[in-house]
């Protein structure tokens, strides 16, 4: 774990920061997931607006969509609570680590 008496505390802050990262890469797919869907969906219903035939996707899209917004919803939890995990290292680093 802690290398050549580097603080314990360090090595877990950038971990999480490194988790951090990954977790805004993988949000920003899905948001960029979502989007697609959305903008897809719009174009069928504006095709059905005309009257025209729906095609099937349109449901597995929607599915879809629904699908993303759940994860994103897990994931905008997970990352709040890594964010107060990360708050209560800072803390515990400003106070010389004496709270455990």
């Not at 580097?6 to 899905?30: F, G, I, S, T, Y």
């Not at 607006?49 to 599915?63: Q, V, W, Y």
């Not at 997970?78 to 400003?94: G, P, T």
Request: glycine content about 6%.
């Amino acid at each position: 774990m802690a290398s050549g008496g580097e603080r314990p505390d360090l090595e877990a802050l950038r971990e999480l920061e490194e988790v951090l990262r990954h977790l805004e890469e993988e949000l920003a797919n899905w948001r960029r997931r979502a989007l697609a869907a959305e903008a897809k969906v719009a174009d069928y219903l504006r095709i059905a607006a005309r009257g025209e035939e729906i095609p099937s996707r349109l449901k597995e899209l929607e599915d879809e969509n629904r699908g993303l917004e759940e994860r994103l919803v897990v994931a905008k939890s997970r990352v709040a609570d890594i964010v107060d995990r990360l708050r209560f290292l800072e803390q515990q680093s400003a106070n010389g680590g004496s709270a455990r």
